[in-house]
């Protein structure tokens, strides 16, 4: 087991942190961990005034934050905040919009996620994304599962291979009988468990997720759930979601996000507070954080 905040139901806001004063909406609070924290020795990745464009718009705009290895960190906030925008940067699928660019920088295991010399696809190898609506190729189970490992040269072992990766997916059992079957036969749930065996399989180190129990029902999100917590002792997780509950059983580290409006009227994404999860959901430094996982806001 990782050691994954665990808690069941959302813990009470503080009295001191639940005050009705005015929400200062000029203050960024920028969190820097403690010195014996070890995301600070051990961090995969170091953004570092990241800002996201879409032509000439400011999406998000200066993001600073370390995820740390095998750790589960959320990215909660306000719909259209820059949940779903930043989690693309950590393998560049921003690269596949047209229009679409980082500035500042992405540092992975040190190096630039960015750099010229980087080849994207291996970057995406590495670093595995699951999306909303599960979506499995109209093949079978097996094919899916298959699929990557192929198309990067594997020809030995595949059995082995998806055997593994719908075992750690927690789906093996479900299936195992029925691996010619398509997959777009399984429920909602068990396609997001074949999509999260899928990503697996191509042996990545990162796996990001944007929304994935959303179109959900509360079983399957729960089975998602548990199946997060296991992985995470040999992946690290980034999760995109708009359930706080989820947001502080799952995680480790929650990244609370807003858009502010400018001198214009635009609105520009912008990291308000990351921290620790209970710390988060029990004594936000922030008057917005605060205000938004007691429901006032967002
Ligand atoms: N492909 C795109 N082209 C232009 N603007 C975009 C694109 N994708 C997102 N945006 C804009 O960037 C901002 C952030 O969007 P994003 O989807 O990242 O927010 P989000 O917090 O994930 O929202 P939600 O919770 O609703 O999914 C929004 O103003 C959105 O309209």
Redesign the pocket.
């Known amino acids: 087991m990782s050691s994954t905040n665990e808690p069941n139901d959302l813990p009470e806001v503080s009295e001191a942190a639940a005050g009705q004063e005015p929400i200062d909406l000029g203050r960024i609070v920028r969190h820097e961990p403690a010195a014996d924290d070890p995301i600070l020795s051990d961090p995969v990745f170091e953004v570092s005034d990241l800002s996201v464009f879409?032509d000439d718009?400011e999406?998000?705009r200066d993001v600073t934050m370390s995820i740390g290895h095998r750790r589960i960190t959320a990215m909660i906030?306000p719909?259209?905040?820059?949940?779903?925008?930043v989690l693309r940067c950590f393998n560049r699928m921003n690269d596949l919009?047209p229009?679409?660019r980082v500035a500042g920088k992405i540092a992975y295991h040190g190096e630039d996620l960015y750099a010229p010399h980087v080849d994207p696809i291996e970057v995406r190898r590495r670093i595995g994304m699951v999306f909303q609506k599960p979506n499995p190729f109209p093949k079978s189970i097996y094919d899916n599962i298959a699929y990557g490992p192929r198309v990067n040269g594997v020809r030995r072992g595949l059995d082995d291979i998806v055997e593994e990766a719908l075992v750690q997916a927690a789906l093996w059992d479900e299936v195992k009988d029925n691996l010619k079957g398509n997959a777009l036969a399984l429920s909602g749930g068990q396609q997001q468990r074949l999509c999260i065996a899928r990503t697996i399989a191509v042996k990545p180190e990162v796996i990001l997720m944007d929304e994935p129990c959303s179109a959900l029902d509360p079983i399957a999100t729960a089975k998602i759930e548990d199946l997060m917590k296991t992985l995470a002792r040999a992946y690290t997780i980034i999760i995109?979601t708009?359930n706080m509950q989820q947001a502080a059983r799952v995680s480790d580290r929650t990244a609370f996000?807003t858009a502010d409006v400018d001198e214009n009227g635009v609105?520009h994404?912008r990291l308000v507070e990351y921290d620790r999860t209970t710390q988060i959901f029990t004594t936000p430094s922030d008057k917005r954080t605060e205000a938004y996982i007691t429901g006032r806001f967002g």
């Open positions: 879409y718009y999406a998000v906030g719909s259209g905040c820059g949940k779903s925008t919009i229009g679409a995109v708009h996000l609105r994404g």
